[in-house]
């Protein structure tokens, strides 16, 4: 979780040198938009390559955005609102060298099952509960 809300704050800000920082050497971002506008068809792979994409977005994806804390397959992830209209879903996958996968989950009809009445909004540049 706390590696999620690391990537969530150098994300929102575009800090390059922070998310080469989080990523392994052979990072990979993978986005599933079911075709949607704006979000990558093809994997983005290796450190330098994964920052400076997320890096791209940083200036408009992020404004406005909501984030509460799911659980989904096991794993800490973020769903993403704007303006109370869901936007996507972002997890991490990683060991003990860094983030290895980048999950982005845009597609609205795969991540409506995503349950989350129960968690508190919390702003993008620190985690939640005081982490």
């Known amino acids: 979780r706390r590696l999620l809300a690391t990537f969530l704050t150098a994300a929102r800000t575009g800090d390059l040198t922070a998310l080469e920082r989080l990523f392994t050497a052979d990072v990979v971002s993978v986005s599933d938009g079911n075709g949607a506008r704006r979000v990558s068809r093809r994997a983005v792979v290796g450190a330098n390559r994964v920052a400076r994409y997320v890096a791209a977005f940083s200036t408009w994806f992020w404004n406005g955005v909501q984030l509460r804390w799911v659980t989904t397959n096991g794993q800490t992830s973020a769903v993403i609102h704007r303006d109370g209209a869901l936007v996507g879903l972002v997890t991490v996958a990683a060991s003990e060298a860094g983030i290895d996968q980048l999950l982005w989950m845009m597609n ?6 995503v349950t989350d009445a129960t968690e508190r909004p919390h702003s993008p540049t620190s985690a939640p509960d005081g982490e």
């Open 108 to 113: 609205h009809d795969k991540i409506a099952a």
